[in-house]
């Protein structure tokens, strides 16, 4: 059976430890990738709000359409879950305008699972860990390069301000989730693993690294 795919996903990077949490609604949001090799796909973020996450998001799928191949549509999602941050339990689901189609426009070769990743951070500290997250913008059209292979300045330049532009849309609703986690007993050659609740952060800046992304899974 095939396995479910899934395209850019932003991961969060925390650290194990105690205590209790206040307990928040979040809404997940998806944008779906398709119509290239290995599609579809699909970036996740969260949000306090939706109000105008669908508005934001065009925005920001229309600011780097430009670095996108032609045969790759970004679209947001006008529907999804919501979720308790402490356990990731289903509480409800939010709705939205449908969002648009957001073709790519930059005819030139490309490598499919090869791109590039903005790194989402916060000022939030949870289980001894700065919180942070990342998407993964892939593919990239080769032209988004340069010749030692490293991404291209102009590139750079472009996502650093599509994605300030994004954060200050969302300064009070784009989050970071910190998954819960159930613990893990000691083993052989593995020491115990405490149990955590989860959590989340709001997103006040961002990075994006000159570090080529490649993809080796995009399953669910």
């Not at 105008?52 to 790759?72: C, E, H, M, Q, R």
């Not at 998407?135 to 010749?147: Q, W």
């Not at 991404?151 to 609703?173: C, D, K, N, P, R």
Request: aromatic share 8%.
């Amino acid at each position: 059976m095939a396995r479910a795919q899934r395209g850019p996903i932003i991961r969060v990077l925390a650290g194990i430890g105690e205590g209790e949490r206040e307990m928040t609604n979040i809404s997940r949001v998806k944008s779906v990738w398709s119509g290239f090799p290995g599609g579809p796909g699909v970036t996740t973020m969260y949000f306090l709000d939706t109000a105008t996450v669908i508005a934001s998001l065009n925005t920001f799928w229309d600011a780097i359409k430009g670095y996108l191949p032609p045969d790759v549509t970004v679209t947001p999602d006008p529907a999804g879950d919501v979720i308790e941050d402490t356990t990731g339990d289903l509480t409800g689901s939010w709705g939205s305008t449908a969002g648009a189609a957001h073709t790519g426009t930059y005819t030139a070769p490309h490598a499919a699972p090869a791109g590039g990743v903005i790194d989402w951070l916060t000022d939030t500290i949870l289980d001894g860990h700065r919180l942070r997250g990342r998407s993964f913008i892939v593919p990239l059209s080769s032209g988004c390069y340069e010749a030692d292979g490293s991404l291209g300045a102009a590139y750079i330049t472009g996502m650093e301000a599509a994605a300030s532009a994004f954060i200050a849309s969302q300064s009070s609703s784009f989050v970071v989730w910190h998954r819960p986690y159930p613990g893990r007993e000691a083993t052989t050659g593995h020491p115990a693993k405490p149990a955590h609740a989860g959590g989340h952060g709001l997103v006040t800046f961002h990075h994006v690294p000159d570090m080529a992304a490649i993809l080796r899974s995009r399953r669910d």
